[in-house]
């Protein structure tokens, strides 16, 4: 059974930094392609970063140049490194996982349950 668990979130001032993690767990086909995606209340889920199989990243406009995402190819986990944040970034935060790279569509198979980053002015 796939298990994807986010940790990490939390509470943030406008211009600090937080770093979430993504573990996964029981995924047996090699190393899935995996992604961020994130939702605000109110809005739908936004896909924001993802990384293939060999390091190649995508963004969204709207976190370009503050925010990277990396992964553990080794221990299977993913991270996002959130820089310069923005009040406009708060969100639940989710991670997914799929042996497609679906990009940013919010069409992968596998997701966690997401940690909530708030961000204050």
């Known amino acids: 059974q796939v298990q994807l668990a986010e940790s990490g979130g939390g509470s943030a001032q406008a211009g600090e930094s937080l770093r979430v993690t993504c573990a996964v767990s029981?995924?047996?086909?090699?190393?899935?392609?995996m992604a961020w995606f994130r939702q605000a209340p109110g809005k739908g889920r936004e896909g924001i970063a993802t990384?293939?199989?060999?390091?190649?990243?995508g963004y969204a406009e709207a976190v370009k140049g503050r925010f990277t995402i990396s992964k553990d190819y080794a221990k299977n986990t993913l991270f996002l490194q959130m820089n310069s944040l923005k009040p406009e970034d708060t969100a639940m935060y989710y991670c997914?996982?799929?042996?497609?790279?679906?990009?940013?569509?919010?069409?992968?198979?596998?997701w966690g349950q997401g940690t909530l980053v708030t961000v204050s002015s």
């Open positions: 029981g995924y047996t086909d090699g190393n899935p392609y």
């Open positions: 990384v293939d199989n060999h390091g190649t990243t």
């Open positions: 997914a996982a799929d042996r497609i790279w679906w990009w940013l569509l919010p069409k992968y198979a596998y």
